[in-house]
């Protein structure tokens, strides 16, 4: 599955891992100012948001979301 964003209550829309994610796959809602995962299909399970978060809230799956193979 990739990134979660566990305790959302907890973040403090600080944007750490915004900034640490090489694959932009999270975003922060600036109106609640809390980060999103928007593009869960292009994590590829790096652990970068997970280090860097300092409010320890996002758990990184070590299973990719699988994309379906297209028949040919
Ligand atoms: S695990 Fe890596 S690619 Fe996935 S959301 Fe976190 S920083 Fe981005
Ligand atoms: S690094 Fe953690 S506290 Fe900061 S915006 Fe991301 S999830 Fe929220």
Redesign the pocket.
């Known amino acids: 599955m990739g990134i979660r ?1 566990i305790q959302e209550e ?9 900034i ?1 994610c090489p694959m932009d796959v ?1 975003k ?1 809602d600036e109106e609640r100012r ?2 999103i995962v928007q593009y869960i299909r292009d994590c590829q399970c790096c652990y970068m ?1 997970e280090r ?4 320890d ?2 758990y990184v799956t070590p299973d990719r979301e699988r994309r379906i193979p297209l028949a040919w």
């Open positions: 964003l907890l973040c403090t829309g600080c944007g750490v891992c915004v640490s999270i922060l809390k980060a948001c860097d978060c300092p409010e809230i996002i």
